[in-house]
């Protein structure tokens, strides 16, 4: 079971993603725009309506494919993930949902799709070599949440709020946030939180350890390059080597998103 997706994993033997030709970190596409913005740090940033792009198959294989380049870069060292200020939680999540049950949203697979994209970027992340930070500061689903937990630091709005709209829908949230939210929290305390109809807020999550720092929404970005800067001032060998042995219990994970693919979508 080890190293396996449960949704079958993108190849790309023909890649077409559009990045420049000039500079192979620069990238502008549906899901997301990145830029080199120091020589060893490089930001990505989730653009808006990110579940409805995610439905496209060639969005999807976008990132993944950037995600694969990153991976053989050796001069990166760190990598800025931020989440688009004005995503709407579970208003959008509502209206996806609404398209993804239509005849339409049925006939692209919107909910496979949606699956496979929350689980490749997770495991992507958690396996990328460079130091992964993730900030937001606006309104997230649950799912959305499990890209800043399996992100190495986490850096929320102090007006941001984690809904779970997924309650509406008697569905369980996608991506591996039950998983890690267990792992960290345990049953009981996950059960609380999951179960909960009210919005989770930053501070909460700060109090729970579940990111690591909590300031104004236009001050993420600046927090999140000021600790990439801090790690890049260490050893980043011994850090990547950390990030190695931190590395989740792979077994556990596949048999999460084995159980997600069969029961969710």
Not at 98 to 126: D, N, P, Y
Not at 140 to 163: F, H, K, Q, R
Request: glycine share 6%; aromatic share 10%.
């Amino acid at each position: 079971m080890s190293g396996r997706l449960w949704l079958p994993e993108i190849r790309y033997p023909n890649p077409h993603t559009m990045f420049s030709a000039t500079n192979p970190l620069e990238a502008d596409e549906k899901l997301f725009a990145a830029s080199q913005t120091s020589p060893h740090t490089l930001t990505i940033r989730f653009k808006r309506h990110w579940l409805r792009q995610s439905a496209e198959i060639e969005n999807v294989i976008g990132l993944i494919d950037y995600l694969n380049v990153l991976e053989r870069n050796s001069e990166i060292k760190c990598i800025l993930m931020l989440g688009n200020p004005e995503k709407r939680g579970s208003a959008e999540y509502v209206e996806w949902q609404e398209w993804a049950s239509s005849e339409e949203g049925k006939a692209q697979h919107a909910s496979v799709r949606m699956l496979s994209v929350f689980q490749q970027l997770v495991r992507r992340i958690l396996k990328l070599p460079q130091i992964v930070l993730f900030g937001d500061g606006g309104r997230m689903t649950m799912s959305y949440l499990s890209l800043g937990l399996a992100a190495d630091y986490c850096v929320l709005g102090t007006t941001s709020v984690v809904e779970n709209p997924n309650l509406r829908f008697k569905t369980i949230p996608v991506g591996g946030v039950v998983y890690f939210l267990k792992e960290r929290l345990g049953h009981q305390k996950s059960f609380e939180l999951l179960s909960q109809p009210e919005p989770v807020s930053s501070r909460q999550l700060l109090d729970l350890g579940l990111c690591h720092s909590v300031c104004p929404a236009g001050e993420v970005e600046a927090q999140l390059k000021q600790q990439a800067d801090y790690y890049l001032d260490q050893n980043i060998n011994y850090l990547r080597a950390l990030k190695g042995a931190l590395h989740p219990d792979w077994d556990a994970l596949d048999h999460w998103f084995y159980w997600e693919s069969n029961h969710i979508s």
